[in-house]
Every structure is written in structure tokens, then in C-alpha cells.
């Protein structure tokens, strides 16, 4: 639920350039949509009700998406810090009365239980910040006091060696008040290795005004963040960890979880049951009991209860697959609502269409939707039987309980329970192949004579 008094502020100025990439680094996706979704998902979660994206002034797209998002945006004229970047967000949040939390929008795998922990840490003590245990990476170190507060963070390039050995890493994430925070964060000073201003001195100008920094500790499975296509992929599988996981705790049956991609966004209820190799695209729900069986890829489609999809079959956006339905393999189906019971079993396009109720979609049925300008649409009644190979021409309509004879090219109605074929008459000459093999026999032997 979003609060009144807690926002926050989402740091996204960095270049990104190791990504290589026209994209902006935050833009980039994991599980289907933009990394800088995934926070600010997570700082909604939290509670947060506004939330102030920090971008560089070239990232145009960045503010957009934020935007686009719910979210307010503030620009940090030059790269100095993540201070400098947080105090950005200053004039945004000038009217803002409340806590705030400062984290990072290239961290994909920040959880809403982190930040709501933060804020809630913060309420007790006036500050906290996120640690977590760590071998060897260039993190910040989190040095304690006796009470096991914080005393202060020392960057990994300002550490001592015996600094460096702390094993205690900050996450990134920072919990204030929001008007003691930018009054500190003014305040810092950029006497350091990398001649930043460092958020993370923050909690020690809060120490020399009597507020004291907990110590919230997560795990480190949260702390991928995205610099290059490398830790991208990396973060992409660390989050697929997580949504398979999740999954299977919800009662979704996975033999091979392993093979499986979900998006964000994907539902899957209770007791559905998904194979090996299955690709869930953004906007699927899958309902209960409903099987996706191997090598199926699924995107923006419903697939009601008791459904069978696959193997092998596309399910592209718009695909609604009715109760007890069955689309087999090498089935596309786009932009089309395929009714109870319906089947489609085997090598068919079906796109802009209606397959109504217990209708049989024959092996080798292509709806032909498109006229290369246009598309149409194509209504195929409850209990109709399409037979194999055949082409419906859209827009056409094909009644309730009708047959469309095998191998038909179907442009005009056809009504409701009525027999429509199109196939050429089919022509018989007894004997014939018996003769032309005998024909055939007798020219080889004449040949091999001469
Ligand atoms: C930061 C922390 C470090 C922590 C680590 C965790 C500081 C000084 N250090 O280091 O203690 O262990 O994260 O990953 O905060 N950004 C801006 N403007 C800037 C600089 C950075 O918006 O001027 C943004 C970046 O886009 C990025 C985030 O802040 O999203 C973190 O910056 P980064 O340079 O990666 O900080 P680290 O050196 O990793
Ligand atoms: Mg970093």
C-alpha cells in the first residue's frame, strides 16, 4: 500500500557504458521487463508513494519510462557520487515530510520485504542501511560499533587492508529522514580515493548529530546489480531462480524447473503443470489444472482451466485458450479466443478468430488473416469440424456444427450445419499404374539391349 510519507529515491544516472548498448543500462530487461521495473515494483512495495528516479541529463528514454511508470524523475547535471546523485532528488522531494530510502535502479533483485524492513529499522533508531556477507568483492565495508550499529562504511578503494578483510558488505540501500537527509547530504564532502561524493558517508554526519545507523542484513542472492551483459545474464538467472522457486511453492507442477522462463508478471494458479524447455513471454495466466507441455512458448495468452497446450505450440498476445481446450503441436494461435473444449491438435496458423466451443480444427488448417494490408477475421461456430489442409479466407464465417471437407479453400459462408468442399472431383483409372509399370519395365529392358 502505498504511504504518504515514505518515498524513494531511485539512483540512475550511471552511463551504463560497459553495456555496449544504444539502450540505457536501467532499460534492459530481466524476466520480461526493464530492470528499473523491478525496482521501483519493489519500492512501491514497500510502501512508498512517491518515488524519484535520478537520470543523467542525456536519458531522455529513462525519465520517459519513469514516468511512464508513476514515477517523478530529477536529472544530476555531472557523475559525482551516489551523494551527489541522492541529493538530486532534493527540490523533487522539497515538500516531502517523511522517510525516504535511497537505493539503486541497476539492482533487478532487490525484494519489498528489504525495503519495508529498512523502513521499519529506520522508524527505531533514525537510520538504517541494508548489509550483507560477502567474500572479496569491491563492495563498501559495514564497520560496527560494540552495540552492533553501524559505525561508519569505508569504500573498498579508501579500505585498509585489515578493512578489507570485514566480510559485512552495504548493499546500497540507505533509510532516513527525508529532511534531515538532504540537509546531511549537503553537507558531504569528497575527500576520497574516487573524489565522489559518497552516500555512503551519510550515516556518520547522522553519527556526529546523535542518530544512531541499524543494520538491516539480506542475503546476497539480492545484491546482483547490471554493469555488463555478463552480470545481465547473470541477474536474468538469479532472478529466474527466484520465479521458479516461487512457482513451485504456488503449486505449479515443474519437472525440469530448471528449463523453464517466466516473466514477472507470469500467473500460474495451482496444480497446472508446465514441462520441460516452456518459455513464458510477458502477460500469461495460466489457470488451474491446465498443462503446457514441452517446447511451448507462451506471450501476452490465457490458458483456462484444464487446458492442454503443446508440445511444440505458440501461443502468441491476444490467445485466449478455453476450459479443457487443446492445442497441439506446431499450433500457432494469435490474437484468437478458442472456446471450451475446442481442439486444434496438429500444424495450424489460427489468427483473428473465433473457435467456437467443441469445434475440431483439423491437421493443417491456416486461417489466411491477412490480405498484406489488412487483417480479417474469421468466426468459426461451436461444434464445427474443419478437415485437414483446409484455408479459410477471412473475413468468413463458419455456422455452428458445419464440416468444411478436407483440403477446402473456404471464402464464403458456410452455414450452420451444412457440408462446404472445395476440392477438384477426384478421377479413377483402374489398372492404370500396373500398365505404366509394366510400360515403364518393358522401355528399361529394351534399352539396356543396345
Ligand atoms: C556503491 C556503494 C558501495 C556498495 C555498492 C553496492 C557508494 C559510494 N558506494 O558502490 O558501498 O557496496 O554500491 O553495489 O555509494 N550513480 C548515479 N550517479 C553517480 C554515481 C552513481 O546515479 O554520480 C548510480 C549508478 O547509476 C548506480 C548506483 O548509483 O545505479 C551505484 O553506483 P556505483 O558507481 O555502481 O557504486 P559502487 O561503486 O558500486
Ligand atoms: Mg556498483
Not at 504511504?3 to 544516472?13: E, G, P, Y
Not at 555496449?20 to 543500462?25: D, E, G, L, N
Not at 545484491?223 to 516461487?246: C, D, I, K, P, W
Amino acid at each position: 500500500m502505498a504511504l504518504s510519507n515514505r518515498a524513494a529515491i531511485v539512483l540512475a544516472a550511471g552511463m551504463g557504458t560497459r553495456m555496449k548498448s544504444a539502450t540505457p543500462k536501467v532499460l534492459h530487461k530481466v524476466a520480461g521487463i526493464p530492470i528499473l521495473a523491478h525496482v521501483l515494483a519493489a519500492a512501491r512495495g514497500a510502501g512508498a508513494g512517491r518515488i524519484v528516479v535520478v537520470t543523467a541529463p542525456a536519458q531522455e528514454d529513462v525519465r520517459s519510462f519513469a514516468k511512464a511508470q508513476g514515477a517523478e524523475t530529477a536529472i544530476q547535471e555531472r557523475q559525482l557520487g551516489t551523494g551527489d546523485a541522492a541529493r538530486a532528488a532534493a527540490s523533487a522531494l522539497a515538500d516531502f515530510d517523511g522517510v525516504l530510502i535511497v537505493t539503486y535502479g541497476d539492482h533487478p533483485l532487490f525484494l519489498a520485504e528489504t525495503f519495508a524492513a529498512s523502513f521499519a529499522a529506520q522508524e527505531k533508531t533514525g537510520m538504517a542501511i541494508v548489509a550483507f556477507e560477502s567474500q572479496g568483492k569491491a563492495y563498501g565495508r559495514v564497520l560496527t560499533d560494540a552495540d552492533g550499529l553501524l559505525d561508519r562504511i569505508v569504500e573498498y578503494k579508501d579500505a585498509s587492508a585489515a578493512e578489507r578483510e570485514i566480510t559485512l558488505c552495504n548493499a546500497g540501500i540507505l533509510a532516513a529522514d527525508a529532511k534531515e537527509f538532504f540537509r546531511w547530504a549537503a553537507n558531504l564532502g569528497n575527500d576520497n580515493a574516487q573524489r565522489e561524493y559518497y552516500l555512503t558517508d551519510i550515516p556518520a554526519l547522522a553519527k556526529k548529530d546523535g542518530v544512531a545507523c541499524a543494520i538491516v542484513t539480506a542475503d546476497e542472492a539480492q545484491m546482483q546489480g547490471v554493469n555488463s551483459r555478463a552480470e545481465l545474464a547473470a541477474a536474468e538467472a538469479a532472478m529466474q531462480t527466484r520465479l521458479r522457486s516461487r512457482a513451485l511453492d504456488a503449486g505449479v507442477g515443474m519437472v525440469a524447473p530448471e528449463t523453464v522462463f517466466l516473466s514477472a508478471d507470469t500467473v500460474l494458479e495451482e496444480d497446472v503443470q508446465i514441462g520441460p524447455f516452456v518459455v513464458f513471454g510477458p502477460g500469461v495466466t495460466v489457470r488451474k489444472g491446465a498443462e503446457i507441455k514441452s517446447h511451448s512458448h507462451l506471450e501476452g495468452a490465457v490458458v483456462e482451466a484444464g487446458a492442454i497446450v503443446g508440445p511444440f505450440a505458440r501461443l502468441r498476445p491476444g490467445a485466449q485458450i478455453g476450459a479443457g481446450a487443446h492445442i497441439g503441436n506446431f499450433v500457432e494461435i494469435k490474437k484468437a479466443v478458442v472456446e471450451a473444449g475446442a481442439k486444434a491438435n496438429h500444424l495450424s496458423y489460427i489468427g483473428d478468430a473465433r473457435v467456437g466451443a467443441g469445434a475440431n480444427i483439423g491437421a493443417g488448417t491456416i486461417t489466411c488473416n491477412y490480405d498484406g494490408f489488412d487483417k480479417h477475421f474469421t468466426d468459426i461456430g461451436a461444434g464445427a469440424f474443419i478437415g485437414s489442409n483446409s484455408a479459410l479466407v477471412a473475413p468468413v464465417k463458419i455456422g455452428d456444427g458445419a464440416f468444411v471437407g478436407a483440403g477446402s479453400t473456404i471464402a464464403k459462408p458456410v452455414a450452420g450445419d451444412a457440408l462446404a468442399l472445395t476440392r477438384a472431383e477426384q478421377k479413377t483409372s483402374p489398372g492404370w499404374a500396373k500398365e505404366f509399370r509394366t510400360r515403364k519395365k518393358a522401355e528399361r529392358a529394351e534399352r539396356s539391349k543396345k
